[in-house]
């Protein structure tokens, strides 16, 4: 689970360097466990809280942008994260390119500027001290589906 920053943010002030070392160590952190699955700090054989149910989500593509709206379950019970992957092929194995983005607590909303790219897209969600839902296929009435960006707009 990402670290809580709300303790590191009162040194904001009083002491820039200490607040600086511990927001990157709270970054580094951060970013092990998304590149692990692992959440450090975890006890061990505790069961993580129940993941949030699936959120519904829209991806329009055009212009170059990948525009991610995501609706969190309107049953959920605390602020949901939400993490999405994108990939060249619908395996999303090591020849996809796959890219990750993870979003904070509550965000609902991710542009990414791909041009001319056609990609498969992935979404799961958590809560806080919760493990992750199972990934879900982004698909339309067709089914899964690759979306392609078009050309990045320049004017």
Not at 38 to 52: D, I, K, Q, R
């Amino acid at each position: 689970m990402p670290i809580n920053r709300s303790y590191i943010n009162g040194f904001a002030v009083s002491n820039p360097l200490l607040f600086q070392a511990l927001s990157t160590l709270a970054n580094q952190s951060d970013a092990l466990e998304r590149a692990t699955g692992v959440v450090l700090g975890a006890p061990s054989g505790g069961a993580a809280a129940p993941a949030p149910p699936p959120a519904h989500w829209l991806i329009t593509a055009n212009q170059g942008h990948f525009v991610i709206q995501i609706t969190t379950p309107a049953n959920a019970t605390a602020p949901v994260q939400h993490q999405i992957r994108s990939a060249l092929n619908q395996s999303f194995n090591l020849q996809a390119s796959v890219n990750i983005y993870t979003l904070g607590y509550g965000e609902c909303t991710r542009d990414i500027v791909d041009p001319n790219e056609t990609r498969y897209w992935q979404l799961r969600s958590r809560y806080q001290g919760s493990s992750w839902n199972a990934w879900a296929a982004y698909a339309t009435s067709y089914g899964v589906v690759a979306l392609n960006a078009g050309a990045l707009r320049t004017s």
